[in-house]
């Protein structure tokens, strides 16, 4: 399986106390679209994602999309990663133009 697309789209809640940065969706092999992926900012600065969660009637969350592989979880971590901070360092740069 081959992540063919990757959409971010940022915002911050940092103003309100959240860590949450941006959502993503990415679509593999150009027939499955996974949307709601968060790119979240750990306490030390740091990027990480959270696959989509659903909150259960017992206010317990479980995934809902979970890759069964380390090796495709790293993959699609880097994916959206990568494009984030490519987003952002465009945004910067396109600030101080």
């Not at 959502?23 to 990027?47: C, M, N, P, T």
């Not at 979970?66 to 984030?84: G, I």
Request: net charge positive; aromatic share 10%.
């Amino acid at each position: 399986m081959k992540i063919t697309q990757v959409r971010i789209y940022p915002f911050d809640t940092g103003r309100i106390g959240g860590r949450v940065r941006a959502v993503a969706e990415i679509v593999i092999d150009d027939i499955l679209l996974i949307r709601d992926i968060k790119v979240i900012e750990s306490k030390h600065g740091g990027l990480f994602i959270n696959f989509p969660k659903k909150k259960s009637s017992s206010n317990r969350f479980f995934e809902i999309v979970e890759p069964l592989s380390k090796e495709f979880a790293e993959e699609v971590r880097r994916a959206v990663l990568d494009k984030y901070k490519e987003l952002i360092s465009i945004n910067v740069e396109e600030n101080f133009d």
